[in-house]
């Protein structure tokens, strides 16, 4: 209960309360609507902190099973922020802007995310030297134009299995393509949009940086902790089967040192009884002492 209210408090102080004007309004809104003030939608923040908690839970799940999260948010005072998040994370993200088709036709996409690296490398390696100075001069500008809007998504190989979402009312095309392809959806809703469009909604101010900044930042400490978390269970996994390989190793020794005595015995054993006269033994001839008979 204290995390609860010292993180309303926080959240209070940042801002995260205040909504739009009354005359833009969702009615969709209306079970996140504590009050208005001054023609000014008043957010509940208890609804805030539950959805907060719950959207930061499954997060974390799906960061603990190893999949990535794309983080997306292409307004003004939001772009900075969540590349920073995104990066801390190692989480793919796009804040310059929405390609269409970034999701719904993603192999398109990577080829062009594999030119671009290709133009970097030749520009990097040396390969470029024997062009001319205007052909290395626009393709180091071709790299810079797809760096800005691809390099977000360079390493992103295969789509993400959530996207997090700032203002979904701007990236209504992002939302529509993940609805599409049957990705999870996690938004920062303000009084103006509709919360049902999204899978997790986090009523809040989404226009504010200090409210954008306080969220994205919760949401990244817990993808943090599920990846912290399955690193751990991944060493403990490696431990155990280290410790399960060299039981092995040393049952398979033991093993063979008690065959090895066993057959050194075997061999000392067949040994005496020949010495011994056992069955092996050569029988010794006695001499014919018989007379010839009388004719």
């Known amino acids: ?22 005359k833009k309004w969702n009615p969709k809104m209306l079970p996140y609507i ?4 001054k023609g000014i939608h008043i957010i509940d923040l208890n609804k805030t902190v ?18 990535k999260i794309m983080f997306v948010a292409t307004k003004k005072q939001a772009k900075e922020i969540v590349s920073e998040c995104a990066k801390r994370v190692n989480m793919p993200f796009a804040t310059e802007r929405w390609l269409g088709g970034m ?7 990577r080829k062009s995310v594999k030119k671009m690296q290709s133009i970097d490398k030749m520009l990097n390696d040396g390969s470029a030297e024997s ?21 977000g998504i360079a390493q992103l190989s295969r789509l993400p299995a959530a ?24 938004g920062v809703v303000d009084t103006n949009c509709d919360p049902n469009k999204v899978d997790f909604s986090i009523p809040a101010n989404d226009d504010a940086t200090k409210s954008i900044a306080i969220i994205t930042n919760y949401i990244t400490a817990a993808i943090a902790e599920g990846l912290v978390e ?9 431990a155990h089967q280290h410790d399960d390989n060299e039981n092995e190793t040393k049952a398979r020794r033991l093993e063979q040192e008690a065959q090895a005595e066993g057959g050194g015995r075997g061999r000392r054993g067949g040994k005496s009884n020949t010495t011994e006269g056992g069955g092996g033994a050569t029988k010794r001839r006695v001499p014919n002492t018989r007379r010839p008979a009388s004719k």
């Open 103 to 109: 999701l719904t036709n993603f192999n398109t996409v």
């Open 131 to 151: 062009l001319t100075k205007k052909e290395r001069l626009t393709l180091s500008r071709d790299k810079e134009k797809m760096e800005k809007v691809l390099g």
């Open 50 to 67: 539950d959805h907060l908690q719950e959207a930061a839970a499954a997060l974390k799940q799906i960061a603990k099973s190893g999949k």
């Open 1 to 22: 209960m204290e995390n609860n209210t010292s993180l309303q408090q926080q959240l209070l102080e940042a801002g995260v309360h205040f909504g739009h004007l009354k």
């Open 163 to 186: 996207l997090f979402i700032v203002d979904i009312g701007i990236e209504h095309i992002a939302l529509a393509e993940a609805k599409r392809l049957g990705i999870a959806t996690f």
């Open 34 to 37: 504590f009050a208005e003030k």
């Open 230 to 238: 399955r690193q751990a269970s991944k060493d403990e996994e490696e």
